[in-house]
């Protein structure tokens, strides 16, 4: 039996998927391990490629390929992939990221073997990107070395865990229902986990995250209100899963979201709607009477009112100092 199963999570990934594959088959081990890639019906090539690797790697690749893509931004395919894991452990990984560190699952094993109050661990990685822009570590030296609950709960996304940095005790056995219906996996997926003991943390820059047009992250669109309200939707959940523990900062969270959707572009100019929308952010964030009225301004005043308020405005300021 294998100790730690690597989730190959993959969609149209065809020019990164050898590297992800390559990176997980030259760990070296003191433990069985298997490599599950869970396919969520590409149309690139990318399962030829996955198929391949099966061949040349009888029982230690398998490919997990869906009949149909299973939606909810791979959300399904982790869940089904994850299904099929028998490792006591299993790293997690998107088909365009890959490890650097042949130890990697060794030293992520170690550690939750030595802190069985560990649910999970991570380790520090390098952000690349597709346009060019300069590659960077995700995490400072001033990191903590384990993590809780309460440094996962906040009024901002969780955003120091590189997906491809993951390990996790497979110990649970059965996600809630809500779960299935985020397009955002990793944040639910931390949360449960951090309600079942600390985050260990490890310095070491042992993967790559690459943010490219094909990556999970670019299919967040905050200037969509479907997608809005699916974030809005995860954090009433978890507030839920929680008991209400955190129920304070959650509601600032949400309260972000609906701000925003009052700039997407389903309610640009529907000004009755965004009026909903304003009441609904006032009573979660509670914010200071300046930053509402600024909110009115920019989203419940019509372009052209903003138009005339600036010409006024600067023309009072023109005549008061000349």
């Known amino acids: 039996m294998p100790k730690v199963s690597v989730l190959i999570i993959t969609y149209n990934q065809k020019n990164f998927i050898r590297q992800a594959i390559d990176s997980a088959l030259a760990q070296q081990t003191t433990f069985p391990i298997e490599i599950l890639v869970g396919d969520d019906f590409s149309k690139d090539g990318t399962r030829d ?22 939606g909810k ?34 030293k992520q094993a170690d550690l939750l073997d030595a802190h069985p109050d560990y649910s999970m ?13 300069p590659s960077h570590v995700l995490n400072g030296p001033d990191t903590k070395p384990f993590f809780t609950i309460e440094d996962l709960i906040g009024e901002d996304e969780i955003w120091f865990m590189a997906t ?42 042992m993967s790559v995250y690459r943010k490219n047009k094909n ?44 701000r925003m959707m009052m700039g997407s572009h389903q309610y640009s100019t529907n000004y009755l709607s965004k ?10 964030a509670k914010p200071t009477w300046s930053d509402f009225k600024k909110i009115v301004f920019e989203h419940l005043t019509p372009l052209s009112l903003q138009r005339a308020y600036g010409t006024v405005a600067i023309g009072l300021h023109r005549m008061l100092n000349n």
Do not use: C
């Not at 059965?174 to 310095?203: N, Q």
């Open 73 to 106: 931004n791979g959300g399904i395919n982790f869940l089904e992939t994850l299904k099929l894991a028998q490792g006591e452990y299993y790293a997690l990984m998107d088909g365009d990221d890959y490890f650097t560190d042949p130890l990697k699952l060794q």
């Open 164 to 205: 491809s940095s993951t390990m996790y005790r497979n110990s649970i056995k059965e996600y809630p229902a809500w779960f299935s219906e985020s397009v955002s996996g990793d944040i639910p997926r931390l949360i449960l986990k951090a309600k079942m003991g600390k985050i260990g943390y490890i310095p070491d820059v």
């Open 49 to 70: 490629i996955i198929q391949e690797y099966e061949r040349q790697h009888p029982g230690l690749v398998r490919g997990i390929l869906h009949p149909r893509n299973m």
């Open 215 to 258: 990556g999970a992250s670019f299919s967040d669109k905050y200037d969509d209100a479907v997608f809005l309200q699916n974030r809005i939707d995860m954090y009433s959940n978890i507030n839920r899963e929680l008991n209400y523990q955190y129920d304070d900062l959650l509601k600032k969270n949400i309260a972000r979201y609906y």
């Open 121 to 133: 661990v991570f380790h520090n990685a390098l952000i690349t990107y597709e346009d060019g822009s």
């Open 275 to 284: 009026l909903g929308l304003a009441t609904k952010y006032y009573s979660l």
